[in-house]
């Protein structure tokens, strides 16, 4: 259930994202899009593309066009739920849920649970966006 809510929560994010920049990727620049545009192959195009494929392609890129030398582990850092981890240690409003023996974490993937980004007592981080997190450098699938 994560996995695909995650992949079409990505998968949206990418459309949006792009028919607002037209950026290109998902839906041609010159193509203008109405109420009674079919999406179909816009969105077969979205759901093929990994979260790796949006990292590499479009975020990395537009962040290095706006700090020139940025690289993609500084990125990755900077947006990190680690860059946060003093607010969600003492953010009370903030809950999330998983399971840690979840089979999609890996031990040393774990962060939540050992109390370095959450107090005991706090739910801990979704896992898809742990894996989606580490899941940047592997080979893309589009």
Same mark, same amino acid.
């Given at each position: 259930? =994560?996995?695909?809510s995650? /992949?079409?929560s &990505?998968?949206?994010?990418?459309?949006?994202?792009?028919?607002?920049?037209? +950026?290109?990727?998902?839906?041609?620049? @010159?193509?203008?899009? !109405?109420? !009674?545009?079919?999406?179909?192959?816009y969105?077969i195009?979205?759901?093929r593309?990994?979260?790796a494929?949006?990292?590499?392609?479009?975020?990395?890129?537009?962040? @290095? *066009?706006?700090?020139?030398?940025? %690289?993609?582990?500084?990125?990755?850092?900077? !947006?990190?739920?680690?860059?946060?981890?003093t607010?969600?240690?003492?953010? *009370?409003?903030?809950?999330v =849920? !998983?399971? *840690? %023996?979840d089979i999609?974490?890996?031990?040393? /993937?774990?962060?939540?649970?050992?109390?370095?980004l959450?107090?005991? +007592?706090?739910? &801990?981080?979704?896992?898809?966006?742990?894996?989606?997190?580490?899941?940047?450098?592997?080979?893309? @699938? /589009?």
């Amino acid at each position: 259930m =994560i996995g695909i809510s995650f /992949r079409i929560s &990505s998968s949206n994010m990418l459309f949006v994202s792009d028919v607002m920049s037209g +950026g290109n990727y998902i839906v041609p620049s @010159n193509q203008k899009l !109405t109420v !009674t545009t079919s999406l179909t192959n816009y969105g077969i195009v979205s759901f093929r593309t990994s979260f790796a494929d949006y990292f590499h392609d479009v975020f990395f890129p537009y962040f @290095n *066009e706006k700090h020139p030398g940025l %690289d993609q582990q500084a990125l990755i850092d900077e !947006t990190s739920l680690q860059s946060i981890a003093t607010y969600l240690k003492k953010a *009370e409003k903030i809950g999330v =849920i !998983t399971n *840690e %023996d979840d089979i999609i974490l890996k031990k040393e /993937r774990n962060l939540i649970f050992s109390g370095t980004l959450l107090p005991k +007592g706090h739910l &801990s981080i979704v896992s898809a966006v742990i894996a989606a997190t580490w899941s940047i450098g592997k080979t893309s @699938n /589009r």
